[in-house]
């Protein structure tokens, strides 16, 4: 028997108790009537398995912590380099709609270099989630390594993060006033 959830299950046999005694020796019970009687047994069973799952639990806490503290990083970052970009296309920004480009212009090409930014992040961040999915296999218990709805989600909330992030300087820099914006530094 598996002494580990994540353990594969071995072949086994039944002895004697008395002929070869463990410690960590697992009792199974099969028993009609009062089932009163059978909490205590069942509270042992659920304490074992409690403390057999908690190294992975640990583990999963500290990985969610890093992801979101990753993800932070992440927004705050991509926010970041996209309203630089703004700042320092503003000139450039003020001659483009000076000469007849309109704020959709605008906002579309502010979108369209800060989205090319996050597909690029996703395809490495998942090229490298596939490839750290051997060593996150060991953790995890009836959940696939690749499970795409994972994936997908993980997809799905990054755009949408990215999108956002890129939305607000782009915003900002479709409200650009040519004259000012020729008028900068």
Do not use: N
């Not at 583990?59 to 927004?75: D, Q, R, T």
């Not at 996150?136 to 009836?142: C, D, I, K, P, V």
């Not at 799905?156 to 939305?167: E, I, V």
């Amino acid at each position: 028997m598996p002494s580990q959830l994540t353990e594969d299950s071995q072949p086994y046999f039944y002895l004697c108790a008395l002929q070869q005694y463990q410690p960590s020796m697992v009792l199974y019970v099969r028993a009609d009537g009062d089932r009163a009687a059978l909490i205590g047994m069942f509270r042992q069973q659920t304490e074992r398995l409690d403390v057999s799952l908690r190294p992975q639990r640990r583990v999963a806490g500290l990985i969610s912590m890093f992801a979101l503290v990753a993800f932070i990083l992440a927004s705050v970052g991509l926010y970041g380099v996209m309203a630089y970009v703004v700042s320092r296309r503003t000139k450039e920004i003020g001659v483009r709609m000076a000469i007849g480009a309109t704020t959709q212009d605008i906002s579309r090409l502010i979108l369209g270099e800060g989205l090319t930014l996050v597909a690029i992040g996703i395809g490495l961040g998942l090229t490298c989630g596939i490839m750290g999915t051997r060593w996150l296999a060991t953790f995890l218990h009836g959940i696939a390594s690749t499970d795409p709805l994972t994936f997908l989600s993980v997809i799905t909330l990054f755009g949408t993060l990215g999108l956002f992030a890129c939305w607000l300087p782009a915003r900002r820099a479709a409200k650009v006033d040519p004259i000012v914006a020729l008028r900068y530094e």
